[in-house]
């Protein structure tokens, strides 16, 4: 190996036309692969890989739940009394300019419910009641159709149309005088998942009257925070400059994935910028003073330069895309890959001969980066999709600077060596402190020794960060927008989501009916408090011929014809118009299997249509379940068996997260060990080299470990990775 770089120095020391051709082509096109590398901004890849933690990541994409962000309107003096009617004309105002300024990047405003869709549900639930009646309800259907009953049924009719309500009961009424319909129709109000919300003027508001919800549809997921930081600054501009003059006594702010998505997205890419340019500013400074030479930072970083571009070229055409993530951590890896070409710069300045350089460094920086290169390369078997991109970019990164320091830097030093004789004999005061030999002071020795067993002893305090949220960035005022909905939406504390999964609809609809019988003795045995989802109201075409058999069974002959000569002698009694017994007997013999479509639509697109996710290879069905969190693992126990449902939540991510990096960690630990024990013994020879080789490394571990015991610094999913890294790099120089 070392003859095949000194030939190449050979080749291109005569042709140094060829050698800037070469150094510039290649620069070039690995800038042009480079550039073509799509970057991702999604926070979710940070996210291990098991099944669930995968469905989790799945809701975060496609889940509307997840998509809505959630504008809360609310006076600015939270002390003054209520007034309903000023938040309502916001909210007016609110949705007429939201739908002509932000209509290129919303689907959809979700904030009134129209009384023309109220009654249409309404009706649409009394013309097809059977699919809407489970068991227990058939026993309430006997009891009302009784005489005694149905004749104060009657009386409570005539109460309602002479009241001021009786015109908008006439059509309930009408349909079904018997009221049977009104045991489907309560089961509306399971849709009220949090009671402290009630409608005003159609609205959503709290009931203290203080703050009215407004729910917008993002065009495009939370992933896609390029288009969505153009939707929020629109929408900044509209509730900070456009509604603030026509309404200075409302404010308004807003909460969701789509916008924490973007605020993630705008620091990861400042943090990057950030700790870069503090690394090559640092860098650059160090040196020059180092080196005594302006141009030794510019030769030094051109290998780093170019591996970095050698890396992301790699990855553009093995994967077309790389984590914004993965590549903040870039000022880590330069940090490695400057060593390459500052041991080549260095060692020139004490041989003064390229080609002894070329001789002396050629394995040390191949072989010898072996175990670097390797243990990134190790990343690859994790679960985290950003984890194997920082593998991926350290390794290919290393591997360009260490070919850029032995092929182009060796020319570009002879170029520029300064001709002074002494520079050779010149010491810098990083050189004095490289010559100290601390192994003979010992007073040093022992405070070592003593400093070790603390820090030792401090070690066993470091935890892991369980808290997601505190591994993302949130602006202090999506803080306060989080806080003031939490304050107000005390469920969303305490609810988790079972999802229900099928490969088209009707068969996730089939999976989550089986499921209801679970949920409902869970309720009965005060595991969960409530749960809201679709199995009442939405159901698979199997349940419908079943619920259609039920009712068929139950309405006899004889308990119609009954049913309706008890109707006519109360209309007689009553003086009731009896034009509506006929359409109430047809509704009785209805034939109720010519298709249902139309209500099961409009339900699923007035209620349910965040509950549901399509795809063109899956369907999931989302139920919420309110629970106490100390009930919680009864939940995740009750479902651990089942085939097509699962419980995700946010206590439960932590958990399999810890878990999944804990296996991660110590699988990665393993390789790296065996990796750098195999390396050393081949280099050394001999087993207690090796073995002693091991000890600066067990040392060091309790040095980081103790001390961020001592600042208080957790492990979580990225620096324990780099703990990893840091522990078994091994140079040979």
């Given amino acids: ?276 340019g503090i690394t090559l500013i640092f860098l650059i400074l ?142 810098s005061w990083i050189d004095k402190i490289s010559i100290y030999r601390p192994e003979y002071n010992k007073a040093l020795i022992l405070f070592i020794f003593i400093l070790t067993g603390y820090l030792a002893y401090k070690s066993f305090d470091v935890g892991f960060q369980t808290e997601l949220s505190n591994m993302s960035f949130m602006s202090a005022k999506l803080k306060s927008a989080e806080k003031d909905l939490n304050n107000i939406n005390q469920f969303s504390l305490r609810s988790v989501y079972l999802v229900t999964e099928g490969h088209n609809l009707q068969q996730a609809l089939k999976n989550n009916e089986h499921q209801l019988a679970k949920l409902n003795a869970l309720k009965s045995e005060n595991v969960i408090s409530k749960y809201n989802g679709i199995s009442n109201f939405i159901i698979s075409d199997s349940l419908q011929l079943e619920k259609i058999k039920k009712w068929n069974r139950f309405w006899t002959p004889e308990k119609k014809s009954k049913l309706i000569k008890q109707l006519y002698t109360e209309a007689d009694q009553l003086k009731f118009n009896k034009s509506f017994i006929p359409n109430y007997d047809n509704f009785l013999n209805k034939d109720f299997s010519n298709g249902t479509s139309t209500i099961f639509n409009d339900i699923r697109k007035t209620f349910f249509n965040d509950y549901i996710t399509q795809n063109k290879d899956n369907t999931s069905i989302i139920t919420l379940i309110q629970v106490s969190s100390e009930k919680k693992q009864k939940i995740y126990d009750a479902f651990s068996n089942s085939q097509y449902s699962n419980v995700v939540d946010k206590q439960y991510l932590t958990t399999q997260l810890a878990n999944i990096v804990a296996f991660d960690f110590n699988k990665i630990a393993l390789m790296t060990s065996l990796l750098v024990f195999f390396v050393l013994l081949l280099n050394y020879g001999r087993i207690e080299l090796t073995l002693v080789s091991f000890i600066p490394m067990f040392i060091s571990w309790i040095w980081i470990l103790g001390f961020m015991s001592i600042f208080k610094i957790q492990f979580n999913i990225i620096n324990i990775i780099f703990f990893i890294k840091g522990q078994f790099r091994i140079n040979f120089f």
Avoid at 202 to 219: A, E, G, S, Y
Avoid at 309 to 317: D, H, P, Q, R, T
Avoid at 394 to 414: E, M, N, Q, T, Y
Wanted: include cysteine; proline fraction near 4%.
């Fill in 286 to 427: 160090f040196l020059a003073l180092y080196f005594k030479r302006k141009s030794a930072p510019i030769l030094i970083l051109i290998p780093v330069v170019w591996g970095a571009l050698f890396s992301l070229s790699a990855i553009s055409l093995l994967k077309g895309h790389i984590s914004v993530i993965a590549l903040g951590t870039g000022s880590i890896v330069l940090g490695i890959a400057v060593n390459y070409s500052l041991h080549v710069f260095n060692h020139f300045r004490h041989t003064k001969d390229i080609r002894t350089l070329i001789r002396d460094l050629t394995l040390p920086l191949t072989i010898g980066s072996l175990t670097t290169v390797g243990g990134f390369f190790c990343l690859e078997f994790v679960s985290s999709d950003l984890l194997k991109d920082l593998g991926l970019f350290a390794a290919f990164s290393l591997i360009g600077s260490s070919l850029a320091s032995l092929i182009f830097l060796p020319h570009l030093i002879h170029m520029n060596q300064r001709k002074s004789k002494d520079e050779s004999q010149s010491i």
């Fill in 1 to 276: 190996m070392v003859n095949l770089f000194l030939n190449i120095y050979n080749y291109l020391a005569k042709r140094k036309l060829l050698f800037f051709v070469l150094l510039l082509g290649s620069f070039s096109i690995l800038a042009f692969f480079s550039t073509r590398i799509q970057l991702e901004e999604d926070i979710s890849k940070i996210l291990p890989h098991d099944p669930k933690t995968a469905q989790f990541s799945n809701i975060f994409n496609t889940s509307k739940f997840l998509d809505k962000v959630v504008v809360n309107i609310r006076l600015n003096d939270s002390l003054s009394k209520a007034n309903p009617d000023s938040l309502t004309a916001y909210a007016e105002d609110f949705i007429i300019q939201a739908n002509d300024q932000l209509k290129d990047y919303i689907n959809n405003i979700q904030a009134k419910i129209e009384d023309t869709t109220s009654f249409r549900i309404v009706e649409g639930i009394q013309q097809n009641l059977p699919f809407f009646l489970d068991d227990s309800d058939y026993i309430k259907i006997d009891s009302l159709i009784q005489p005694e009953n149905v004749k104060q049924s009657f009386l409570n009719n005539f109460q309602s149309l002479t009241s001021p309500s009786g015109f908008l009961m006439k059509r309930m009424i009408v349909n079904d005088p018997v009221g049977i319909s009104f045991i489907a129709l309560k089961k509306l109000q399971q849709l009220q998942i949090d009671e402290n919300y009630e409608l005003y003027d159609n609205f959503i508001i709290t009931k203290d009257h203080k703050n009215l919800l407004v729910f917008i549809i993002p065009k495009y997921p939370p992933s896609n925070t390029g288009k969505n930081k153009i939707f929020l600054t629109a929408l900044d501009h509209l509730i900070d400059k456009n509604l603030r003059s026509k309404h200075p006594e409302i404010k308004a702010d807003y909460f969701g994935a789509t916008a924490v998505s973007v605020s993630n997205a705008q620091q990861l890419r400042n943090d990057t910028f950030l700790t870069q």
